[in-house]
């Protein structure tokens, strides 16, 4: 399939994306007080040689307080940025674009990792700034029974949270990443404010829905004081959380955000309640690309997909349809993170071995003109007696 939309080049802001892949926020659990490891290195380094066209980092945290659990990265200080922009040259070498996702969990701070169970942390004398670690929120309103009251932050400690958005663009600036998304989606800090279940404030940032949209409206503001105009800028919603939030709320808040400087909404779902992400529906291949059509459609702006998009026709099939601009591979591209690279073989796109560095695509790119395959081998049946693939 010559001329792929996957594989077009696209230009948001000051910035090409030499296709239309993008590894999406995931979570290493693997820094140390907040400061990236080699493990991040590696993880954002494989994704970018694999043939990415962006690679965003997993949501790091504007304050301490906002740290989901054990190892979240951080970006509360300036000393974040030098460590961090190691990341960034690391991904800029593979000629690939490098983001990172803003966050901050809110109530749902203080956690385990999601493999002990997902519930909230027991102290642990090796926690040593357990109580600088606790969790905020809109109201004090417990995500579920089985978790913490968090402490209703003061009209004050918004503003300076807001602040500290602002701050932490700032410093992803410095460390030289290229795009920015916020973190608004999955019953996370910015997304207790969205919704009225978990926000029941009577100042400013509660009741209405302008009001409970006031937050990640000023914290936009903030960013894009910091953040350069030439730098795209995005927006991760929950587009459907089943608890009152849905599609049109959220293509009304994609266009006053698009109005103070966002490029594109990162469309998502769930998270505010412990309800699996599209109530009463199957997740399905695709489940969350009827959410990206509908913010795409209603709010002329640019969108992306993501949410079990496996297989490089059904990403392509996205962009043809004009459901999504950009295609999100999460847990497909941990299974292979040369995902752009068999996508492109698969689409029959021209030259898929030039999509990854010469240092093995040029290896992979003369076997194959020798005929020694090209998909992974452990799918092919093997060899049969005459020493051929069947
Ligand atoms: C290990 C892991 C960590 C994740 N961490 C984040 C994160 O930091 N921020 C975020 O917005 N979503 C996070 N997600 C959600 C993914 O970005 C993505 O939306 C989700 O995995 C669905 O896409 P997929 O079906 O292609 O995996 C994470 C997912 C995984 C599997």
Same mark, same amino acid.
């Given at each position: 399939?010559?001329?792929?939309? !996957?594989?077009?080049?696209?230009t948001?802001?000051?910035?090409?994306?030499?296709?239309?892949?993008?590894?999406?926020?995931?979570?290493?659990?693997?820094?140390?007080?907040?400061?990236?490891?080699?493990?991040?290195?590696?993880?954002?380094?494989?994704?970018?040689?694999?043939?990415?066209?962006?690679?965003?980092?997993?949501?790091?945290?504007?304050?301490?307080?906002?740290?989901?659990t054990?190892?979240?990265?951080?970006i509360?200080?300036?000393?974040?940025?030098?460590?961090?922009?190691?990341?960034?040259?690391?991904?800029?070498?593979?000629?690939?674009?490098?983001?990172?996702?803003?966050?901050?969990?809110?109530r749902?701070a203080?956690?385990?990792? +999601?493999w002990?169970?997902?519930r +909230?942390?027991?102290?642990?004398?090796?926690?040593?700034? &357990?109580?600088?670690?606790?969790?905020?929120?809109?109201?004090? =309103?417990?995500?579920?029974?089985?978790?913490?009251?968090p402490?209703?932050?003061?009209?004050?400690?918004?503003?300076?949270? =807001?602040?500290?958005? #602002?701050?932490?663009?700032?410093?992803?600036?410095?460390?030289?990443?290229?795009?920015?998304?916020?973190? /608004?989606?999955?019953?996370?800090?910015?997304?207790?404010?969205?919704?009225?279940?978990?926000?029941?404030?009577?100042?400013?940032?509660g $009741?209405?829905?302008?009001?409970r949209?006031?937050?990640?409206?000023?914290?936009?503001?903030?960013?894009?004081?910091?953040?350069?105009?030439?730098?795209?800028?995005?927006?991760?919603?929950s587009?459907e959380? *089943?608890?009152? &939030? #849905?599609?049109?709320?959220?293509?009304?808040?994609?266009?006053?955000?698009?109005?103070? /400087?966002?490029?594109?909404i990162?469309?998502?779902?769930?998270?505010?309640?412990?309800?699996?992400?599209? !109530? /009463?529906?199957?997740?399905?291949?695709?489940?969350?690309?009827?959410?990206?059509?509908?913010?795409?459609?209603?709010?002329?702006?640019?969108?992306?997909a993501v949410?079990?998009i496996i297989?490089?026709?059904?990403?392509e099939?996205?962009?043809?349809?004009?459901?999504?601009?950009?295609?999100?591979?999460?847990?497909?591209?941990? *299974?292979?993170?040369?995902? +752009?690279?068999?996508?492109?073989?698969?689409? $029959?796109?021209?030259? +898929?071995?030039?999509n990854?560095?010469?240092?093995?695509?040029?290896?992979?790119?003369?076997?194959?003109?020798?005929?020694f395959?090209?998909?992974?081998?452990? &799918?092919?049946?093997?060899? *049969?007696?005459?020493?051929?693939?069947?």
């Amino acid at each position: 399939m010559p001329g792929t939309l !996957l594989f077009s080049p696209m230009t948001i802001r000051g910035v090409e994306l030499k296709n239309r892949i993008v590894v999406p926020p995931m979570h290493q659990y693997s820094a140390q007080k907040g400061f990236p490891t080699d493990w991040h290195l590696m993880n954002a380094g494989k994704f970018a040689a694999g043939g990415a066209g962006l690679v965003v980092v997993e949501s790091t945290k504007v304050e301490r307080r906002g740290c989901g659990t054990i190892g979240d990265l951080g970006i509360w200080d300036d000393a974040f940025v030098e460590p961090l922009s190691r990341l960034v040259k690391f991904i800029h070498q593979q000629n690939s674009v490098a983001g990172i996702q803003l966050g901050h969990s809110g109530r749902k701070a203080r956690a385990t990792r +999601p493999w002990e169970g997902d519930r +909230p942390l027991q102290r642990t004398p090796d926690i040593d700034d &357990w109580d600088a670690w606790s969790p905020v929120a809109p109201s004090a =309103v417990a995500h579920s029974e089985k978790w913490p009251v968090p402490k209703a932050l003061e009209r004050s400690e918004v503003k300076d949270l =807001v602040q500290a958005w #602002g701050n932490a663009a700032r410093r992803a600036h410095e460390a030289g990443f290229d795009m920015l998304e916020l973190h /608004g989606a999955h019953g996370y800090l910015v997304h207790q404010f969205l919704s009225e279940r978990s926000n029941q404030r009577t100042d400013e940032y509660g $009741g209405s829905e302008s009001n409970r949209m006031r937050f990640i409206t000023e914290i936009t503001e903030a960013v894009r004081t910091h953040w350069p105009d030439h730098k795209p800028l995005f927006v991760r919603l929950s587009v459907e959380d *089943n608890a009152g &939030w #849905g599609p049109e709320q959220s293509a009304r808040l994609a266009k006053i955000l698009k109005a103070k /400087g966002v490029d594109v909404i990162d469309c998502s779902s769930g998270g505010i309640t412990e309800m699996e992400p599209i !109530l /009463g529906k199957e997740i399905k291949y695709s489940y969350q690309v009827p959410l990206s059509e509908y913010v795409k459609l209603n709010a002329d702006i640019m969108t992306m997909a993501v949410g079990l998009i496996i297989h490089g026709d059904q990403a392509e099939q996205i962009l043809q349809h004009k459901q999504a601009d950009l295609i999100a591979v999460g847990r497909e591209i941990l *299974n292979n993170p040369n995902w +752009p690279m068999d996508a492109a073989l698969k689409l $029959g796109v021209e030259g +898929p071995f030039r999509n990854v560095p010469p240092q093995f695509g040029y290896w992979l790119g003369t076997r194959a003109k020798r005929g020694f395959g090209t998909q992974p081998s452990t &799918w092919q049946s093997g060899l *049969n007696e005459a020493g051929k693939v069947e």
